[in-house]
């Protein structure tokens, strides 16, 4: 008889056991969201931020819960720090990425007669989220080109 495989959070319809997922911005906001919801259902997350302090305390929380979390600083907008994240990625997961969700990102809430020009430099620089999946993808291809 065959065995239905469900994730922790007990709902038989959705299983994510035995799958990856690397969430970029996954330790505040709704990157939160996004690494609870997929560790529920028993996927095995990766996830990135800019500060070792939050994300340390994060993991720790994630590990209470029995999240399957694990994680590394690393500031998106540089390239050399993309690399480095993909490396520690592809040993995390011996090579294996299921899901990319490249959450990473700013917003500024205000009005809009109120923005500055260092409100939409900040801006444009962090949501080119394209450009680092492009680079995630390259740098992916290289390392397992089958
Ligand atoms: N909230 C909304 O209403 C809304 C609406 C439209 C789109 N979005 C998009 O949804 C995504 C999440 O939004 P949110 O409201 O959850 O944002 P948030 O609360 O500000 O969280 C953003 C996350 O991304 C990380 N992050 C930002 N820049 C980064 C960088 N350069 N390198 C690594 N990590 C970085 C942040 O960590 P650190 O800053 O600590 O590094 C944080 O974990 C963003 O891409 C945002 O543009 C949100």
Known sequence: MATTTIGIGGDKRWSLVGTTALITGGTRGIGVGIVEELAGFGASIYTCWRSQKDLDQRLQEWKSKGYVVSGSVCDLQSPSQRDQLMKSVASEFCGNLNILVNN?????????????????????????NWEHCVHFFSSWCCSFPD
């Open 104 to 128: 990473a990102g700013t917003i500024v809430v205000k009005e809009t007669t109120e923005f500055t020009a260092q409100d939409f430099s900040s801006i444009t620089k962090s949501i080119r």
